[in-house]
């Protein structure tokens, strides 16, 4: 079955510092990763998505992710920390499950809580 | 619709009542998700529906919860006796195709269910 890992549960930054989110996941094939983000009160949205190809992936907002295979990881970076970015992030993995039969579910990491101070 | 709606934005009910949960999904998309996000818990998937295929309720915590899809479109999540553990923020998701797996979802707002 697969899974994600968010090892850090809450993380905080200070404004215009790096950021770098850590997300290890266990799937049997190649997996699709992706990052979302959640801010208070709203639901997920989209930062970037990982299918194949190039290993560093751009989003919106300034964020990239690099996929480590050999790691199992994808974590998410950003250079320059906003107070805007505050919010919760989270790691999925989709692709084909057990039987290849079906594509439809992403599955979830518990998400890190970014606060960004001033 | 341009987004994912989901009603009532928050839900405060009595245990052992029953509740319904609105989901709308972008039109045309044939996907639709259910997921239910407790505090610390991450997301817990719910139930999938695809198109006129037979949903993937493997997610579904107890024979209390229940969902329909009419149409192909709105879903209704149905919580019956609710109990205090029920209480979550209940997100929808939905996709263009069977593959949100592949592609990601779209999410709505979701519905806070608070059971005192």
């Known amino acids: 079955a697969q899974s994600v890992t968010q090892p850090d549960i809450h993380i905080t930054v200070s404004e215009g510092a790096s950021l770098e989110l850590r997300c290890n996941y266990s799937y049997g094939a190649t997996p699709y990763l992706f990052w979302y983000v959640q801010s208070p009160g709203q639901g997920l949205q989209l930062l970037l998505k990982?299918?194949?190809?190039?290993?560093l992936v751009q989003g919106i907002k300034g964020f990239e992710a690099e996929f480590k295979r050999s790691q199992s990881s994808f974590n998410l970076r950003k250079p320059s920390v906003h107070w805007s970015d505050a919010a919760e992030y989270f790691c999925a993995v989709g692709g084909p499950d057990a039987g290849g039969t079906s594509y439809g579910k992403l599955t979830f990491g518990q998400g890190t809580i970014l606060t960004v101070h001033p | 619709g341009a987004g994912v709606s989901q009603s009532p934005s928050n839900k405060v009910t009595e245990k052992g009542k029953d509740v319904e949960l609105r989901c709308d999904p972008i039109s045309g998309h044939t996907a639709l998700y259910w997921y239910r996000q407790s505090l610390g818990q991450g997301l817990e998937f719910l139930i999938y529906f695809q198109g006129n295929s037979a949903p993937d309720k493997s997610g579904l915590p107890s024979d209390r919860f229940s969902a329909e899809r009419t149409g192909g479109s709105v879903s209704t999540l149905t919580i019956q006796r609710t109990q205090q553990e029920d209480s979550a923020v209940y997100l929808c998701?939905?996709?263009?195709?069977?593959?949100?797996?592949?592609?990601?979802?779209?999410f709505g707002s979701g519905t806070r269910l608070t059971v005192v």
């Open positions: 998701a939905s996709s263009p195709s069977s593959a949100g797996g592949i592609y990601g979802y779209t």
């Open positions: 990982y299918f194949s190809g190039d290993t």
